[in-house]
């Protein structure tokens, strides 16, 4: 790559000049716009057009089987009529998106700034099957100031999509998540500039805020989890160390004999012969929709879609619309195929001194409790909610924007 000038461009967003200060010369840093609107005709004739059994195969068989046929035929319907995709697209467009190229690989990111200059950077990194859609709801409160302990809080915030997934471009065949770890990092502090910044990661988004936070520890100064890249421990294991659960951690550790015994198959599937899903659902939407609104309603709160939760049946369809209509699908499975020892069997702390903290949601697909989460980084946080699951952005928007907030008091430049 040819040395890169830091410069500042000026680029018109909207009615207003955006400053940023880039590496314009070696990253091709450019507006971007979502524009997918042409393809929805198409999309909903395919959706009409798919075919459902008239009835379930099995009566009184539960969603642990998989997708439940009335809630599939619901989203079918309401997908092919009543949703409304120029909506959804306007919403997701009300935040600035880019793409930048690093190491060949076309990145694309929402970056939202404070109007604090003092505000403290964070990546807000997803997983499967999510986006940066399912960060939405915090981005905005994030960069507005709040008080902590008498101190001014905000964030400059920025939420990539990871290689293969969405609007970013597909990676290469070994490529692994500490390489997604490593141009993430190009792009907080060569791309945008920060000298340090804090990390926030759930599902496969954990796994590389951890490398993140294990390898950049003088860039990444904080970070923040939902879901960790360890293997939960048994409920031997927690009764073995005398570890006391609160009765939301009760629910979290059932959930993890759930997804233990009959979860994982997706897992299973999509580790070892990604093309063969990625290819039979590549161009069947219901298929897709059958695939992904599945484990998001599993890994859910059973409580989903009601206040204090937005994951409800337009926020699906627009997940959905999202993978189906960037022709990600596919690439987005490899991911499993392309790290198969990316969760790690024994405990080890990082190599670093930067706070760590950790949010265990009830209904999430695994319990880590705070003795095994204190074995993998300098913990000084640890908060337990009886609301919300796996999709903490859309289940419990307050609880993770005001956990993400109590980072700041730990942060360190």
């Keep these: 790559m040819i040395p890169s000038l830091n410069i500042v461009i000026c680029v018109w967003v909207g009615t207003s000049f955006l400053a940023l200060a880039v590496e314009a010369i ?80 076309s990145v694309h990111f929402v970056h939202k700034k404070s109007k604090d200059p003092d505000a403290i950077p964070i990546i807000l990194i997803h997983g499967w099957p ?24 905000s964030y400059h915030v920025v939420v990539p999509s990871l290689p ?56 990444v100064r904080a970070g923040h989890f939902t879901f960790l890249p360890f293997l939960p421990p048994s409920p ?19 959930r993890t004999i759930d997804f233990d015994a009959t979860g994982n198959g997706y897992l299973i599937e999509q580790a070892t012969k990604p093309n063969d899903i990625g290819l039979a659902l590549y161009d069947s939407p219901v298929g897709q929709l ?23 049946s337009t926020a699906i369809l627009t997940s959905v619309t999202l993978y189906y209509l960037t022709d990600s699908f596919l690439s987005s499975v490899w991911i499993y195929a392309q790290n198969p020892t990316a969760i790690r069997t024994v405990y080890t702390k990082a190599p670093t001194d930067a706070p760590m903290l950790f949010s265990q949601f009830a209904y999430n697909v695994a319990l880590w409790p705070e003795e095994y989460v204190a074995k993998v980084g300098n913990l000084v946080s640890y908060k337990v909610h009886d609301f919300g699951g796996h999709f903490a952005g859309l289940d419990n928007p307050p609880a993770l924007i005001e956990d993400i907030r109590s980072m700041a008091e730990y942060f360190k430049r």
């Design 290 to 312: 059958a695939w992904i609104a599945g484990k998001t309603k599993l890994w859910s709160d059973p409580r989903a879609g009601t206040p204090p939760s937005v994951l409800n």
């Design 130 to 153: 999510g986006s940066f859609h399912e960060f939405l709801p915090v981005i905005q409160p994030l960069t507005q100031s709040s008080t902590i302990n008498g101190t001014s809080v």
């Design 236 to 254: 031997e294991d927690i009764a073995t160390e005398n570890i006391t659960l609160s009765d939301a951690q009760k629910i979290s550790e059932q």
């Design 26 to 105: 070696g990253f091709n840093l450019k507006p971007f716009k979502i524009d997918l609107g042409g393809e929805i005709p198409r999309l909903k004739t395919l959706v009409n057009n798919s075919r459902l059994p008239a009835k379930a195969l099995y009566s009184n068989v539960g969603q642990e089987k998989g997708i439940e046929l009335d809630f599939l035929r619901e989203l079918q319907t309401e997908w092919s009529t009543s949703f409304e995709w120029e909506t959804q697209q306007a919403e997701l467009n009300r935040v600035r998106h880019f793409t930048a190229d690093i190491e060949g690989q």
């Design 164 to 219: 293969g997934f969405l609007f970013s471009s597909p990676p290469p065949v070994n490529w692994t998540v500490d390489d997604t770890a490593r141009i993430f990092n190009t792009l907080m502090t060569e791309v945008l500039g920060y000298t340090t910044y804090a990390v926030h990661g759930t599902d496969w988004g954990s796994v590389v805020a951890y490398s993140l936070y294990s390898s950049f520890n003088t860039t």
